[in-house]
């Protein structure tokens, strides 16, 4: 897992200046309950993320999380060309958090359950999960830090570090009040017209299918063509420590976000 959904300090102290004029506004909307004294404050409901496949392709949902004790989900959605749905992540529960990633796995194929692969995104044999036990694959990511005890979370980015498979978009949907935060981050514009001949791979047609970093943790012309084409995404795994990066986003003002994968490989 990436370490970058641990804020760094700078960023932290960053995002609160930022901040400041909106930091009373309430994150969510509460519920406090008619009994005698003392009255109860309800906990504020999960954040939904919605999907929506433009790629033009099947996608199968992925979803990895951090290894601090946020649980892996299931049931995720498989979604043909044009379709959404939308999953309910799980942050009120044990432990109180919610960290982890989401991807488009494509190109599918074999039995759910024993040969079910995939050439973008794999990560096991289910088609509704993914197997913790396999190995991650380079792939396009939107990223999520889902913490109750954190005031500015939700924390969201998306992720070219490892690989771009198709362009990825977060927005926070039903936003309230005003002030910093809660942009879109990510970008919409296929890349891998652009991606250096040395990290291209082709689909069996000879189409590109992915782009995939060479050095994930240095800058490279891989990063190099990430940053001048999608700014508001990582390209390299120290890109938050630029001064002036765009690259992180959170918004504590929202009920959910809508992630689009839009028409790449």
Known sequence: MRRILTIPAATVAAALAALAPCTGARPHTITVASVAAPHHVAAPADHTVTFVNHTGRKVWVGSTVNTDGSKNLSKLPTLEPGQSATVTVPENAAPGHWRGKFFARMGCTGNPG???????????K??????????????????????????LAPWYDVSYVNAFSV?????????????????????????????PAADLTRWPDGTPMLCTSPNRD?????????????????????????PGNQ?????????????????GA
């Open 167 to 195: 362009p990825i978009t977060i927005t926070p949907h039903d936003v309230t009040g005003s002030g910093s935060g809660c942009a879109t981050t990510g970008c919409s514009q296929n890349l891998l017209p652009k991606c």
């Open 247 to 263: 690259v992180m986003q959170q918004c504590s003002r929202c009920n959910g976000f809508t992630v689009e994968f839009h028409r």
């Open 126 to 151: 289910f088609t509704d999960h993914c197997d913790p036990t396999a190995t991650e694959q380079p792939v396009g990511l939107a990223e999520f830090n889902f913490d109750t005890h954190d005031g």
């Open 218 to 242: 240095a800058k490279t012309p891989y990063s190099d063509m990430i940053a001048a084409n999608c700014p508001k995404a990582y390209g390299w795994s120290r890109q938050d420590q630029e």
């Open 114 to 124: 024993s040969t079910f692969h995939c050439p973008i995104g794999d990560c096991g």
